[in-house]
Every structure is written in C-alpha cells, then in structure tokens.
C-alpha cells in the first residue's frame, strides 16, 4: 500500500562545504493496517520521510507509491486527494489558539469544503473517539498536553484517512499521557487505520510490540517485526 523505494535525500550544502545524505537508498513497504514504528536519534531523518510522504519534500532519488501511484508525479488535484487520506500529528500538535477545540476540527472540515451537517454531525464524532466532548468548547490555553495531542488525534481522524503519521506525538507528553495517546492509536489501528508512528521514546516502543524500523546514518538497520528499541 505504501512503497519508499531506493530514496536517497541529500540536502546541499549551506555554511559547510559538504552536502547532507539524510536518506540513503531506504527501501520499505507498510501494508494496508500496518502499525510500524520509524525508530532513530535525532537527525536520523523520520521527520524527512514524512515530509516525503507528504509530498512537502521531493527525494533526490527513487520513488514513493501509495496505492500503486507515484505521488510526486500525480497531478495536483490527485496529490489533494491522497493528502485527505493521510492524517498528521505532530510533537508540538499544531493547533490554533484562538480557536476552541471544536473549532479547531470543524476548521480542518470547512477547508475542505464539508457541508454545516457534515460538520455538525462529525465534530462530535471525532471528540468521543479521543474522549473530549467535555472540553469540546476549550481553547488550547484550556487544555493538558494529553489533551492537546487528542485534539490533534480528533483533527487527524476528520476524514477519516487510512494512513496516521505520528511524528513524535508523545515527546512533550508524561508516561501517562503517552499510554492515553498510543492507546488512542492503537485502537484506531485495530479498526483499520495503517499507523506510522514516528519516536525516539524506548518505553514506548518497547511497550508496543509491533513492527520497527531502526535508522541510522541515513540506512535501515533494522526492520522486525516486534521490534525492540536497539540504538
Ligand atoms: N530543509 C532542510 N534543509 C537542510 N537540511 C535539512 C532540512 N530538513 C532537515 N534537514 C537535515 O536533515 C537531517 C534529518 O532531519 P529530520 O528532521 O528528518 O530528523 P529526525 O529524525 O526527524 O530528528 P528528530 O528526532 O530530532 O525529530 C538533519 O540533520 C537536518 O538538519
Ligand atoms: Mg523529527
């Protein structure tokens, strides 16, 4: 369902004189339903693969397939389509702060072009997935971190994508906050969703039991399938 394919990703050089290899020749493949971890230090370039994925970056080589199309050569009408069906969520969750929790989902909808009864009937919805309709008409200031990043989850769940991207979305979270949130994922895995979480968090990875990749200086080192935190 989801094919990287020799992708290299060099960045040029700016101060010094050598350009960057983030991404060099990773290959992988995420079947439909998948919840795989991307595991590296920092730097290692998890963060650049999903911009990859996002088509925010192109890769200096190889090739991206998601259900069998090359997304950076799909036109831009097609890219919008594949983009609604992939959700993000990020460390830092993104919100906006003048807008409540409500407004915050509803905003991710009326972008899109969602009808007011679209709206109206999944707003609600997606809070009872994440277990905020109390805090429903909070603003961001309002909230814990936990509750942040299920806002973040509610917004990712909107509509109602088959691939999750989680980049780091327990790194400003407590231990309890991160099982709330992994927890939340992997329900949403077991109704279907394929999951990519990415992390440098050893409990987390080693309390999950799902498959994990480990990069390293650019390469894969490993891929298992109930993987272990090895850096
Ligand atoms: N637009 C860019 N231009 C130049 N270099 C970049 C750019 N984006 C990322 N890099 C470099 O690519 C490398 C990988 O970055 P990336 O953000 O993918 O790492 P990461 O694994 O997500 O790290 P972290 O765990 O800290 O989030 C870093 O050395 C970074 O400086
Ligand atoms: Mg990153």
Redesign the pocket.
């Known amino acids: 369902m989801i094919f990287f394919n020799n992708i290299t990703k060099i ?1 040029p050089a700016y101060l010094t004189k050598k350009e ?1 290899i ?1 991404l060099d020749d990773v290959s992988f493949k995420v079947e439909k339903g998948e919840f795989v971890s991307i595991v ?1 230090m ?7 693969l999903f911009n990859i994925f996002l088509r925010e970056e192109k890769p200096t080589k190889g090739e991206v397939f998601f259900n069998e199309k090359n997304i950076h050569k799909i036109s831009q009408r097609e890219g919008c389509e594949v983009r609604r069906k992939v959700g993000t969520i990020f460390q830092d969750y993104k919100l906006l702060s003048s807008k409540t929790v409500y407004e915050n989902i509803a905003y991710a909808m009326e972008v899109t072009g969602a009808s007011d009864e679209n709206i109206e009937k999944r707003v609600p919805e997606a809070l009872d997935t994440v277990g905020l309709l109390e805090q429903a008409l909070h603003f961001p200031y309002q909230l814990s971190g936990g509750e942040k990043q299920r806002t973040a989850i509610a917004r990712a769940l909107i509509h109602e994508p088959e691939v999750i991207l989680a980049d ?1 979305p327990t790194g400003d979270l407590d231990p309890y906050n991160s099982r709330d949130v992994l927890g939340i994922l992997l329900d949403l895995n077991k109704s279907g969703t394929t999951v990519i979480l ?1 992390t ?1 968090d050893k409990e987390v990875i080693n309390s999950l039991g799902k498959r994990v990749i480990t990069l390293k200086d650019g390469k894969i080192v490993s891929d298992s399938k109930q993987g272990r935190f090895i850096l």
């Not at 920092?42 to 650049?48: M, Q, R, V």
């Open positions: 960045y960057k983030v590296g920092s730097g290692a370039g998890k963060t650049t780091e990415a440098h």
